[in-house]
């Protein structure tokens, strides 16, 4: 379905490591998941424990705005915190469940990584993962006589396909190097070996095709008997001519929705969809090996499917203006505040070429003009077979079998009417994506055609893939190359709520070829993340003036360049202030480097976390391969497994000199630290986003001014601030000690009991899911599950019942401002911040910490080597026990939810939802966001309270799965928690004043938003009461009990011929997982149905989805459907999803319908259930008190479930759901220049929010490709 707004949010969707909250990390996909939040509002206090894993996941900015999907493969990407989003599952109970940034997911190893690829998920239109990678000139060869005592050089060895690969065996006869200096002849071996060829991946097999098109395989296990096939076409934004702005986009719609052999997968386990940026369209199809009913292999129909919908698409009017609706739908869509911000970032720093003018959405008015001809002629200008690259990736046994499909289906494509040029297979093999190395064949809008003698060959045209992708000539940020300093820019708008500033440097990528290139890498890895963490720790202890400062570098395969970026964002009233102590930091460590401890601890940390991820070389998935090696080529890059990138990298360990690493530091930071200096790259933008008015408590809203002096003469007060050389950090190797331990373990007397009432045993093992229950004696349940699937790997979740539900009215917003203060706090016992940190990257601990409306939830990814997951656990008994509290982390708290309120204004999506929520929930703030006067009532001993009363035995759970042994975990659960002390508190849930929904009918039912802008756009939400996921309503009814005592009355009248199917519907209707299987169902059905008829058949979005957020702890649950428009379409558009809603009996659910959704459900179990995570989502409540009814039946028999469900069960379902007038909420929002004034005035009362803190600029460029297709 489209992408949207959504409103869902994520309970326990876990983030990189940091005591720095990520409440700002709305889904903007299109979820079917049984669990729903709005993202309008900060649904979840989520609050990452520690702030610098220097580990592959670690973010190399300070608080990352453009998403990257992947880890440092090797752990040497730099990545964004945003993508820093741990990637989230929702598991088939409906459990939100999250996989880790070290997980297997992220790693194909390469020496680095590029930017913007995306995955068949809907997240994908944010960029995705920029590395270190700068130009030749940053990086001078010092090899000298600094090298490390002992230099061991690896010999070149022969592998299959690779000459110069590297084998990591030592030399004899490899001397102690002496103080002085090492043998010439050494330094000549090194040089040689770090000039050398870094190996490629043994498994990748490349070829080409007689017409032009380049294919590449890659077996792949995960998930099973499934495969990924991208078709790559060469052409985006950037190829468009002046009046065909967005066309590429338009091609990619009409021709991939309207392709009738992609409609015939449809039913048979497939996903399919597309995209467009400035570089490349990429058409994606995600498909079982063979379908359910036939053992025939599906690769032929999809490759089939990618054919039609790339080279023999059928124009047809009708096609053409359907889908001209939708892209003019999502072009207002797309048109945030954000996005306006994206495109003048790009447009400032790319202000010398195409990339400045040419954003894949296009422009409204050509858009509304082109006709088929013009479509056509674009099309076959570029879409050929030599102009395109395909990627099958997945559980694929025969390579030679795939080459054959791939010939039979694309072999006569454009052998009739074209010539495909030669290229060779080395050359292909070193620039997988954009070789054959001619000139481009479009530029001018013709194709080249070539003379012939041939009468015959005449007509036919010579089609070539352009040398360089993309083709622009940029300015590059070198020293002596431009003399003329551009001044700050400054974009000033009335929705932008805070400052932000980017400094920008552009050089060319540095393709990673060589071990040296890789060494490269490395040591500005170390570099930066020395800067990441010392910014993060230094000013989180105090009040800093800033929110953020991200210092971000990154190739990026759709600009075609590397770029710095450091990133500042503060309160407006803060602005000068945070350019100042940034850019005094930025200059401390280019002027003084990295200190000796620093390069141990993060190299270390690094080599543990690539010989982490090699361990997990085989639990990849397919989707994460495929993005990796298409980013990689466009970039250039060496590509190489797991394996390969940890053997290199050990390999290039052994030569990072301390003095190397601070003169390649030193080079990237350059454009700051020597601002203004005439030897000083210039930087190639430096671009200030801020609002018109900002909030003067006291005064109001007043006039923000601000000029591009003042700015240069803030950058300039930051590098006359004084400096000092950085000290170096006791770094604890134990939180606990053993002594200490001992001496708990005597006062505490840890030990297993019954793990319930009816049972004698302390111990209950489920065979067939593996999973362990265990009960301490302090009250506290545990459900572990030993799990070989990612190696060396584990994942911890602490869950408290309570959250937000359990604020007092006289506390409101007490629990989520307190988890906000002890992730801002960062400290436990006598351990500063710092130590904290340092303890968790040394040990690749990443922990988040949030808060829900019903829970408190901790959650940690650990490594099984040396003694990671022992170390984990004493982080979660040191939170527990010892928590500190402190007031400058309570005040950085309050404020941020004080921010948090002021910018609703400023959003329309998340205005609009706010007011409805408010409707809905009849204004109860536990759903919403506290206000100015509740924040103000708060105190740090009333939100310390608020959480720690929630701690006690009986009312957590902890699970844990992992590879570790029995003896391993239940030695950890026993020491770390049965250690703890707690005490049991059955009162907990009578304390609790249970939520309600407005009384019916109400004149607030529906309502609408006006928000002023200069751009028009439209949405809407329209939301209901549901039951929670255990079939409870706010009522206070049982409908689970009401269905069994009707299905046996039922049952008893029935004859002997029915009691078969009678007993498959005993099985499903009397289980507790009913109203939790058949509304995952039902909301799969309803999506389908909304998207065929608001967006496909009425042209009235693009965007629309339905989502259920059932609760499991609180009697109640919601509906809500999300929609996007124009302001003179939204009303019909919320008409026609309301019809949908109820429709379902007039238009009665088919069995195709329910098929298609149950396949759905199904695979996506199949595809998550080797992850880690997914297994802790399943196992989420097993053992709560708070949510009996869940046991192991709901994890074992989910396949039954699903299977043995009915169209009558979805529509018991569907009856729950309250859709009459009386009952449904909706809220309109239109924005505009003739908006009306009146929306701040409606925030007195509550909050909502998405973002942090308001509407900050997201990134360079993350919003400006388009949206999947469907």
């Not at 459990?95 to 194909?108: F, I």
């Not at 998920?121 to 940053?138: A, E, G, I, Q, Y």
């Not at 210039?682 to 002096?709: N, R, Y």
Request: hydrophobic residues 35%; charged residues 25%.
């Amino acid at each position: 379905m489209a992408a949207s707004t959504s409103l869902v949010g994520s309970a326990f969707t876990q983030f990189p490591p940091s005591f720095h909250s990520r409440d700002d990390a709305p889904s903007n996909s299109k979820s079917t998941s049984n669990c729903c939040r709005f993202p309008t509002r900060l649904r979840n206090n989520r609050s990452s424990l520690l702030t610098t894993p220097v580990s592959s996941s670690t973010s190399l900015r300070f608080s990352s705005r453009r998403a990257s999907h992947y880890a440092a493969k090797g752990g040497l990407s730099f990545r964004r915190k945003n993508d820093g989003a741990w990637k989230q599952y929702t598991s088939m109970l409906g459990e939100p469940v999250t996989e880790g940034l070290s997980s297997p997911q992220y790693h194909l190893t390469s020496c680095c990584l590029a930017g913007n690829s995306r995955a068949a998920n809907l997240r994908r239109f944010v960029p995705r993962v920029f590395v270190d990678k700068s130009t030749s000139p940053l990086f001078k060869n010092k090899l000298g006589h600094a090298l490390v005592s002992k230099v061991q050089i690896p010999h070149a060895t022969v592998g299959p396909d690779e000459p110069h690969a590297a084998s990591t065996a030592w030399p004899d006869g490899v001397t102690e190097k002496q103080d002085l200096g090492i043998l010439d002849s050494e330094l000549e071996q090194i040089q040689a070996f770090l000039s050398s060829e870094l190996p490629s991946h043994p498994k990748l097999h490349r070829g080409q095709l007689k017409n032009g098109l380049r294919y590449l395989i890659l077996p792949n296990k995960v998930p099973p008997k499934r495969f990924e096939a991208h078709l790559e076409v060469h052409v985006g934004s950037i190829d468009e001519e002046d009046d065909e702005q967005g066309i590429a986009h338009m091609i990619e719609h009409v021709a991939f929705l309207g392709s009738k052999k992609r409609e015939k997968l449809l039913g048979t386990g497939a996903r399919s969809n597309a995209y467009t940026d400035f570089h490349h369209t990429v058409f994606h199809i995600h498909a079982p090996t063979s379908t359910k009913d036939s053992e025939d292999d599906l690769l032929p129909s999809v490759l089939d499917a990618l054919d039609e919908i790339a080279f023999h698409p059928k124009f047809l009017a009708s096609r053409i203006e359907k889908e001209r609706r939708a892209i003019l739908s999502e072009l207002q869509m797309m048109n945030t505040i954000e996005y306006r911000v994206d495109c003048q970032l790009l447009q400032h720093l790319h202000s010398e070429n195409k990339l400045s003018k040419r954003f894949p959405i296009g422009l409204e008015e050509q858009i509304k003009k082109w006709d088929a001809d013009k479509i056509r002629k674009f099309h076959e200008r570029w879409y050929f077979p030599a102009n395109a690259t395909l990627y099958i990736v997945g559980d694929i046994d025969h390579i030679s079998k795939t080459v054959h499909h791939i010939e039979a289906v694309f072999g006569q494509t454009g052998v009739d009417n074209e010539k495909a040029s030669a290229a060779t297979p080395s050359a292909f093999g070193a620039m997988a994506s954009f070789l054959v190395p001619k000139h481009s064949i479009g530029l001018g809008g013709n194709s080249i055609e070539k003379p012939s003698n041939s009468v015959d060959q005449s007509k036919i045209f010579l089609k070539e893939r352009q040398a360089v992708r993309p083709p622009v000539n940029h300015n590059w940020s070198l020293p002596g190359i431009h003399t003329d300093v551009k001044p700050p820019q400054i974009f000033q708008h009335e929705l932008l709520q805070n400052f932000s500033i980017n400094m920008f440097c552009k050089v060319p990528v540095n393709k990673v070829r060589t071990y040296g290139d890789l060494r490269n890498v490395l040591m500005k890895r170390i570099f930066l993340s020395a800067m990441h963490f010392r910014i993060n720790t230094r000013y989180k202890s105090s009040n800093p003036p800033f929110t953020s400062v991200e210092l971000d570098h990154s190739d990026s395969g759709r600009e075609g360049c590397t770029v710095t970026t450091l990133t500042i964002n503060a309160e407006p009233n803060n602005w000068q202030s945070a350019i100042r102590v940034a850019v005094q930091e930025v200059r401390r460590l280019k002027e003084f480097g990295v200190t000796q401890g620093e390069l141990t601890r993060y190299l270390d940390a690094l080599l543990k976390d690539s010989e982490h991820l090699a361990a997990m070389i085989d639990n990849v998935p397919s989707v994460d391969n495929l993005d990796f090696i298409m980013e990689s080529d466009a970039l250039g890059h060496k590509v190489m497994d797991q394996m390969q990138g940890h053997e290199s990298l050990l390999a290039v360990a052994g030569t990072v000199t301390l003095e190397e690493v601070n003169s390649v530091g030193a080079e990237v930071l350059e454009f700051i630290a020597d601002f203004g200096k005439a030897t000083a790259p210039l930087p190639a933008a430096i671009v200030a986003c801020v609002p018109k008015k900002v909030h003067v408590e006291g005064i109001g809203e007043t006039e923000f001014k601000i000029s591009s002096s003042e700015i240069t003469d803030a950058i300039k007060a930051g590098l006359e601030e004084p400096i000092e050389p950085e000290p170096e950090l006791e770094v604890p190797k134990e939180l606990i000690s053993l002594a200490k331990l001992e001496e708990l373990k005597v006062q505490r007397k840890p030990v297993f009991i019954p793990v319930s009432p009816r049972t004698d045993g302390t111990k209950i093992h489920d065979e067939e899911t593996g999973i362990i229950q265990r009960r301490l004696a302090n009250g506290i349940p545990v459900n572990y599950k030993i799990s070989k699937t990612e190696t060396q790997s584990g994942v911890m979740r602490l869950i408290v019942g309570g959250g937000r539900a359990a604020e007092s009215p006289d506390s409101r917003g007490s629990v989520i401002v307190g988890v906000r203060t002890l992730s801002e706090g960062g400290r436990v016992g006598n351990f500063s911040r710092e130590q904290v940190e340092l303890f968790c990257v040394n040990h690749l601990i990443n922990c988040s910490l949030e808060s829900t409306e019903e829970f408190i939830a901790m959650e940690f990814r650990f490594t099984l080597r040396e003694n990671g997951m022992r170390a984990a656990f004493q982080l979660l008994h040191m939170v527990l026990e010892h928590s500190v509290w402190l007031d400058d982390a309570f005040d950085r708290a309050r404020q941020l939810y004080l921010s948090y309120y002021r910018s609703i204004p400023k959003s329309l999506e998340r205005s609009t939802a706010h007011k409805l929520m408010v409707a809905m929930m009849d204004g109860d703030e536990r759903f919403i966001e506290p206000t100015p006067k509740s924040l103000e009532n708060l105190s740090l001993q009333c939100v310390k309270d608020a959480v720690m009363n929630q701690f006690v035995g009986d009312n957590m759970e902890v699970s844990i799965v992992g590879d570790f042994t029995e003896e391993e975990i239940e030695s950890c659960i026993l020491d770390y928690l049965g250690t703890a002390h707690f005490t049991r508190d059955c009162e907990a849930d009578k304390k609790l004043i249970p939520p309600v929904f407005r009384p019916s009918p109400s004149d607030v039912q529906f309502q609408e938003v006006f928000l002023k802008d200069t751009d028009e756009r439209a949405c809407a939400y329209i939301a209901g009461p549901a039951p929670n996921r255990w079939g409870f309503t706010v009522d206070g009814e049982d409908l689970l009990e009401s269905i069994n005592n009707t299905l046996t009355s039922d049952i008893a009248q029935s004859t002997s011929g029915s009691l078969k199917m009678g007993d498959l519907q005993r099985n499903l209707r009397g289980h507790p997982l009913f109203f939790g299987i058949t509304m995952g169902l039902m909301a799969e059905i309803i999506n389908s149905r909304l998207f065929t008829t608001v967006r496909d058949s009425l042209g009235l979005t693009y965007d629309v989805s339905f989502e259920l957020n059932l609760f499991d702890r609180l009697k109640l649950g919601w509906y809500v459907v999300s929609v996007t428009s124009t302001p003179g379409k939204v009303h019909k558009a919320v008409d026609a999803c309301k019809n949908v809603l109820r429709g379902l009996h007039s238009n009665k659910i088919t069995e195709r319908e329910l098929d298609r959704a149950k396949r759905t459900l199904l695979m996506r179990h199949e595809a998550e259930i080797k992850s880690n995570a997914y297994w802790l989502g399943l196992m989420a409540h097993l053992q709560a008190s708070s949510v009996p009814r869940k046991d192991i039946s709901c994890i074992k028999d989910l396949t039954f479930l699903y299977e043995a469900a009915t169209i009558e069960d979805v529509y018991l379902a569907y009856e729950q759901l309250k859709v009459d007038d009386n009952s449904l909420y909706s809220c309109i929002g239109v924005a505009g220049v003739q908006a009306g004034q009146d929306n701040a005035a409606t925030l007195e009362e509550e909050e909502a929010s998405d973002a942090y803190p308001g509407v900050i600029p997201v990134g360079r460029g993350l919003s400006t490709m388009t949206r999947p297709t469907t």
